[in-house]
């Protein structure tokens, strides 16, 4: 797996009890060997805007934590979503 779709993971796995667009979009990552533009090219719409809602704020959180890298990653997704 790509180390943007395993931050990606990560940061779904504190979706998965609340959200249950966190949790399918979770499950979907667990096995998933293709790359990440394949990925979210993929997503429904519904995946689409749930990662919408929420990247903006783990990305915010990344760079708090001085995580450029994680910032950087995440940044990748969100920039491909919209």
Request: proline share 1%; charged share 30%.
């Amino acid at each position: 797996m790509e180390q943007t779709l395993a931050y990606l993971r990560e940061i779904l796995s504190n979706y998965t009890e609340s959200h249950k667009d966190g949790k399918q979009i979770y499950e979907h990552l667990q096995g998933y060997t293709g790359n990440e533009n394949e990925f979210i090219r993929n997503l429904s719409q519904k995946d689409i805007q749930f990662l919408n809602t929420i990247l903006p704020e783990e990305i915010k959180y990344a760079l708090n934590e001085q995580d450029e890298k994680r910032a950087k990653e995440l940044n990748s997704v969100y920039e491909q979503l919209i």
